[in-house]
């Protein structure tokens, strides 16, 4: 089954999602599985594209008509791609750089490979970043004691542990000394910044 989704940057009218749609039809998407969004990739809500991933069973095949309308960024789009392909699902990409993506063939399994190779290789550099970062701060003294409030160092070194599969939030609640309802106040289970953390990322640096 063939699940495709669309996305245009601005939601005054200026961008249609029609071209995006006619090319999606044409590669065998039925309408009524075709998702969208009005968004900028930035955002990290989009919720068309949460959907669409929700809706993705292994077997099926997401179908895109550029690979700039996944991803926010090239992290976000490998960790994206990785995520489906360890779900069994496949990847079409149907125009730009990305159109050699096609699980169906040879190449485009090949290119899958790639992409979780790198997203391997993301982790084991967080992994890397995250134990050099919590031995600097057991060598502060910041393990143990009165849980402590989370600033901008401790919320970037959170949000890098967590992105990796094998992070244990109550252990590196622990590390930081904050409290595991801390730590998910400001981060969701796969890295990404919730409202209070993207408020703390954006305060004036002191």
């Given at each position: 089954m063939l699940i495709g989704y669309a996305r245009v940057s601005k939601a005054d009218g200026s961008q249609l999602l029609d071209l995006q749609r006619d090319a999606l039809i044409e590669a065998g998407v039925v309408e009524e599985w075709i998702y969208e969004d009005l968004a900028s990739g930035r955002k990290d809500h989009r919720p068309g594209l949460e959907a669409?991933?929700?809706?993705?069973?292994?077997?099926?095949?997401?179908?895109?008509?550029?690979?700039?309308?996944?991803?926010?960024?090239?992290?976000?789009?490998?960790?994206?791609?990785?995520?489906?392909?360890?779900?069994?699902?496949?990847?079409?990409?149907?125009?730009?750089?990305?159109?050699?993506?096609?699980?169906?063939?040879a190449n485009g399994r090949l290119i899958f490979a790639i992409f979780a190779a790198l997203a391997e290789f993301e982790r084991e550099l967080i992994a890397e970043r995250t134990r050099a970062g919590l031995a600097a701060a057991r060598a502060r003294g910041?393990?143990?004691?009165?849980?402590?409030?989370?600033?901008?160092?401790?919320?970037?070194?959170?949000m890098s542990a967590m992105a990796a599969r094998e992070t244990n939030a109550q252990d590196l609640a622990r590390r930081l000394g904050i409290t595991t309802t801390t730590l998910y106040m400001y981060v969701n289970g796969d890295g990404t910044v919730k409202a209070p953390g993207q408020k703390l990322l954006d305060a004036p640096a002191r």
């Open positions: 669409c991933l929700k809706a993705l069973q292994p077997g099926n095949t997401f179908v895109v008509w550029k690979l700039d309308r996944l991803g926010r960024d090239l992290k976000h789009l490998v960790s994206t791609v990785e995520a489906l392909r360890e779900r069994g699902v496949g990847l079409r990409v149907l125009a730009g750089t990305g159109a050699e993506i096609d699980t169906g063939t910041r393990q143990g004691g009165r849980p402590r409030k989370m600033d901008r160092a401790m919320l970037q070194m959170a």
